[in-house]
């Protein structure tokens, strides 16, 4: 497996050692030992989730003030435009972003550790986006900070993305809930 750091420390492309031949293609998509090996970290995942998006849907910037998540996603059909934004105090890189293209066809997998917010947008015709967690899904701790706020100043590849009244209606970054 190739290990691409990202300028926010903790958050990872994993880029897996595809197999191909005439009948098509294999890798190992998840090992927990050598997870833990490349994210220096123990790391149990409790749940996994599959969202299927449309052309242009954009979700997000996500993140659970408490039962906080970190997130290792994929993509297995389609492509997405995927974004990390650090919101950890004590980091030098708060409120920074960081961005990765993943597609069925890049195989690549991004791990967004806990203490971050995440989004992506679809950037072709579809997109189905699977992603392991490290905690449950929250409900009443879940927060959306806008996908198109000027502080963070995204540059989101899509114009007009599609997104559901909650992503259209997050904080703001500077009034958001962040981490210690």
């Known amino acids: 497996m190739n290990v691409i ?3 926010l420390e903790g958050c990872l492309i994993l880029e897996p050692r595809v ?3 005439e009948r098509g293609h294999f890798f190992e998509s998840f090992n927990a030992k050598r997870f833990d090996e490349i994210t220096g970290t123990s ?3 409790l749940q996994d989730n599959h969202s299927q998006s449309k052309a ?3 979700r997000g910037l996500h993140y659970q003030i408490e039962q906080a998540q970190g997130k290792l996603v994929r ?3 389609g ?3 995927d974004v990390a934004v650090d919101l950890r105090r004590s980091s030098p ?4 972003w960081t961005s990765v293209e993943l597609s069925a066809d890049n195989k690549r997998m991004f791990w967004v550790p806990a203490g971050f917010a995440h989004g992506f947008v679809v950037t072709g ?3 189905d986006f699977l992603y392991k967690t490290t905690n449950y899904y929250a409900p009443q701790h879940e927060r959306t900070i806008a996908w198109d706020d000027a502080t963070l100043a995204i540059t989101w590849p899509i114009n007009d993305p599609v997104v559901n009244a909650k992503d259209a209606t997050g904080t703001s970054f500077v009034a958001a809930e962040t981490y210690a």
Not at 93 to 96: E, P, S
């Open 5 to 7: 750091k990202t300028p």
């Open 19 to 21: 197999f191909t031949d």
């Open 43 to 45: 790391t149990q995942f």
């Open 56 to 58: 242009k849907v954009l």
């Open 75 to 77: 993509v297995v059909s």
């Open 79 to 81: 492509a997405v435009w």
């Open 93 to 96: 890189t708060f409120g920074q």
């Open 125 to 127: 015709d579809h997109a």
